[in-house]
Structure formats: structure tokens, C-alpha cells
């Protein structure tokens, strides 16, 4: 246990590990993008949302509690005041945990649309 605690995730572990820890507080319609290719900003996005203000800050706390007992913690955290859209910074992993009005408004997934094409759905996750 203590091995596997201790062991460096590479960034599509942390993608899974940040999706399932969404998945565990009902999290609507979870992705992870692979958009290595399209961006340096990082190696995956999770994105997933969320039916209520309240629901989203719990995704995004197990998402980072998550992290935590794994020896990771984010870099930074924006919106969690207004929980519209809440994007938890890991370096090579951004997850993005969204109202749904939000979500589909932002449309992540189409604006990485060729990415969008080779998401992880959690049937392969």
C-alpha cells in the first residue's frame, strides 16, 4: 500500500483516478480528452459536470481529496466561490467540473474536437 501511495502517477492515471473520484459523487457524463497533440498546456482534460452549485464543489473536493492520498495536490483551483465552472490545475491534468448550462455553453469538447475523438469514455477507463 504504501508502495503504491509513494509511486509517481503518470498524467493518464491521474485523469482516471480524477474521473472515477467523480464518477464515486455522481458525476453526469464524464470524459477524459487526450489533447497532447493539440495543445503543451497539458497532456489530458476530465471534464465532467454537475446538477447543482453544490453537487459541483463535492465533485471537485473528491476530486482533490482523491489526488491527496495519492501525493498529489493541485496547483491551483479557480471558480469555487460561484462553482459555475470549477478547474482544478494537477500541471499535466486540468480537470473542469461544470453546471450543465456551463458546459454546454464553454462546449470543451468540441473546441477540442480532434482530441474530443479519441476521449477515454469509462467504459475503456
Same mark, same amino acid.
Given at each position: 500500500? #504504501?508502495?503504491?501511495?509513494?509511486?509517481?502517477?503518470? =498524467?493518464?492515471?491521474?485523469?482516471?483516478?480524477?474521473? %472515477?473520484?467523480? &464518477?464515486?459523487?455522481? #458525476?453526469?457524463?464524464?470524459?477524459?480528452?487526450?489533447?497532447? !497533440?493539440?495543445? %503543451?498546456?497539458?497532456?489530458?482534460?476530465?471534464?465532467? !459536470?454537475? !446538477?447543482?452549485?453544490?453537487?459541483?464543489?463535492?465533485?471537485?473536493d473528491g476530486?482533490?481529496?482523491?489526488?491527496?492520498?495519492?501525493?498529489?495536490? =493541485?496547483?491551483?483551483?479557480?471558480?469555487? !466561490?460561484? #462553482?459555475?465552472?470549477? $478547474? $482544478?490545475?494537477?500541471d499535466s491534468?486540468?480537470?473542469?467540473?461544470?453546471? =450543465?448550462?456551463?458546459? %454546454?455553453?464553454?462546449?470543451?469538447?468540441?473546441?477540442? &474536437? =480532434?482530441?474530443?475523438?479519441?476521449?477515454r469514455r469509462?467504459?475503456? &477507463?
Amino acid at each position: 500500500m #504504501a508502495a503504491e501511495r509513494t509511486r509517481r502517477l503518470t =498524467p493518464l492515471q491521474l485523469a482516471r483516478l480524477l474521473k %472515477s473520484a467523480a &464518477a464515486e459523487k455522481k #458525476a453526469w457524463d464524464s470524459v477524459v480528452l487526450d489533447v497532447r !497533440e493539440q495543445t %503543451s498546456v497539458a497532456d489530458y482534460f476530465v471534464i465532467c !459536470e454537475g !446538477e447543482t452549485d453544490r453537487q459541483v464543489r463535492a465533485i471537485a473536493d473528491g476530486m482533490v481529496e482523491a489526488a491527496k492520498e495519492r501525493d498529489r495536490r =493541485p496547483l491551483a483551483v479557480d471558480g469555487y !466561490e460561484d #462553482a459555475g465552472w470549477i $478547474l $482544478l490545475d494537477f500541471d499535466s491534468v486540468l480537470a473542469h467540473v461544470f453546471l =450543465p448550462g456551463e458546459r %454546454s455553453y464553454y462546449d470543451l469538447e468540441s473546441l477540442w &474536437a =480532434p482530441a474530443a475523438r479519441r476521449r477515454r469514455r469509462a467504459a475503456s &477507463a
